[in-house]
């Protein structure tokens, strides 16, 4: 009897524990759902033809639109993609390919820990490092913040992918006499293409997000962007610049904005996921 | 298996580029020259702030760290309600996210069926990829907003005799920041938190339920202790994130430099002021302390990430290797 009672009471016990487990998870997609619908709720009625392609309005008028963000937007995304991507690839290929296990393990550490770095201090970075140099606040230098940013997750991902290529694959090339870095590009790589690819939408979808790296880098603007060595808006500033202005109408553009960036954001990163299946782990 | 392992180093070996093979050597450089980059990197970072901080150390010193006046006016700058600013609405986040995540995590690697774990696991990590300043506009004019009408008012009414409970409240403050930080790094905390417990060996959850336990028992008994470390490194991890995150505190803390008991008060980060003050200035005293703000929150994240890397990659091998069943 008493031993029964005891099993009860920790069969409870467990009921209750698994409760608590469930309720956890439940509530963290309460945010994840508010987040979602306010976004599209408040967004949704500023999104028009007009907002995706005109410059903004000055104080007081109503009207115009974030065109000048969402080009210089791609414009980052793109020149932080043209630095990142290579060098990221390459170095995860050292990683995964070439190995000599101290600078490896070195070069490991080092991604990580510099993906952990807050974005706000790559921003200080490029700024002492390339605004203070060239006296201006500039697209370029936004886009190495940017590309700074991506490049532990690229080479991270590009290494772990093509760990997962067999030894046997390489070893069958080899033996038909190509060479080694014929080997690597056209078997190693080629092979791990789709991992890589989705760890490099996801990365594009996280710089594509940043805010705090661009705010002393590419500054804002509210013009058409106009060159690589001059100030230019992006999506996020303008969302930020926005709603922290005492103008209704501009909260209006900021959800709008939002709405547009968050679109552009889970495409990116469900879409890579869904596309490729799942060929690659969570990017940590 | 190590026998095979040895003739297969053998044959990297005799694989290396022959000399002759141009391509080869060139190859091999360019990708050793893109792995240095990172280091480089990391090198030129801690230099360039190092370095741009100097003026600001070399006329503070240590009292930087321990005086609280931020007066660019006066051209006297103390770091103390950044700091404080900072660790708190942290470790405040850490408090609710951390057995949020935990629960998550067991119930996403334990509890779950089986055809549930990856959407659902999907779902939550997509928290991860909101960017940032859209929480700050949902924190400013959603979050803050029911905060202050609701939750802060009833604690403020029947507990403001504590002074961390004390009003008046304002919405945006600390404890917003630290809902909307707690929101933004529970994914990071649960997805490698479950991680390490899907590491646990299932002979070590076979064994416990060998013996009767019920199902909690067998998390309590095996998944947690041996899944510790990953856990620690995760909640680290975790913590990371929140003391360097920008635009979403920056938006609701408050901004102002004051350090009050209640965590109802607004506040200011040394992310948040970095933010705002930096585009500003061009040279002088008041950015170099900016720039040793950013050294020194560089200097803790590069700490706390080094020591949970290596605490998560502890679960990651050798015995605890999930077995695949």
Known sequence: MKGDLNRSRRNLTSGFAYLLCLLSTAIALIPLGLILVYVIVQGAPALNLDFLTQLPKPVGETGGGMGNAIVGSLMLIGIAAAIGLPIGVLAGTYLAEFRSPRLSWTVRLLADILSGVPSIIIGVFVYTLLVLTMKRFSALAGGVALAVLMLPTVARTTEEMLRMVPDTLREASLALGISRWRTIVSIVIKTAGGGIMTGIMLALARIAGETAPLLFTALNSRTWPTGLDKPVASLPVQIYTYAIAPYADWHQQAWAGSLVLVLMVLLLSVGSKLYFGRKMRSVR | ?325
């Open chain 2, 1 to 325: 298996m190590s026998s095979i392992n040895n003739l297969r180093d053998k044959f990297r070996d005799a694989s290396r580029p022959a000399r002759g093979r141009l391509g080869d050597t060139l190859f091999t450089v360019i990708a050793f020259l893109a792995a240095a980059t990172i280091i480089l990197i990391i090198t030129l970072l801690v230099y360039q702030l190092f370095e741009g901080a100097l003026p600001s150390i070399r006329a503070f010193g240590a009292d930087f760290l321990s005086s609280s006046e931020w007066d660019p006016v006066k051209d006297i700058y103390g770091a103390r309600v950044f700091i404080y600013g900072t660790i708190v609405s942290s470790l405040l986040a850490l408090l609710m996210a951390v057995p949020l995540s935990l629960g998550i995590a067991i119930y996403l690697s334990q509890f779950a069926p089986r055809w549930l774990r990856s959407p659902l696991g999907f779902i939550v990590e997509l928290l991860a990829a909101i960017p940032s300043v859209v929480y700050g506009l949902w924190g400013i004019f959603v979050l803050a907003p029911f905060l202050g009408q609701t939750i802060e008012p009833f604690f403020a009414d029947h507990l403001g005799g504590i002074p961390i409970f004390a009003g008046p409240v304002y919405g945006v403050g600390l404890f917003a920041a630290a809902v909307v930080l707690a929101i933004m790094i529970l994914p990071t905390i649960s997805a490698i938190s479950r991680e390490s417990m899907l590491n646990v060996s299932s002979d070590q959850k076979e064994a416990a339920q060998a013996l009767g336990a019920t199902p909690w028992e067998t998390v309590r008994m095996s998944v947690l202790p041996l899944a510790r470390p990953g856990i620690i490194g995760a909640i680290i991890l975790g913590l990371g994130r929140a003391l360097g995150e920008t635009m979403a505190v920056t938006m609701i803390i408050g901004n102002r430099p004051e350090i009050s008991a209640s965590i109802f008060a607004p506040a200011y980060t040394i992310a948040s002021v970095i933010a705002n003050e930096f585009a500003e200035v061009t040279a002088g005293l008041h950015m170099a302390a900016l720039v040793e703000l950013a050294l020194i929150l560089l200097v803790i994240t590069l700490l706390l990430n080094l020591l949970a890397r290596l605490l998560v990659q502890r679960t990651g091998s050798g015995a605890l290797k999930r077995k695949r069943s």
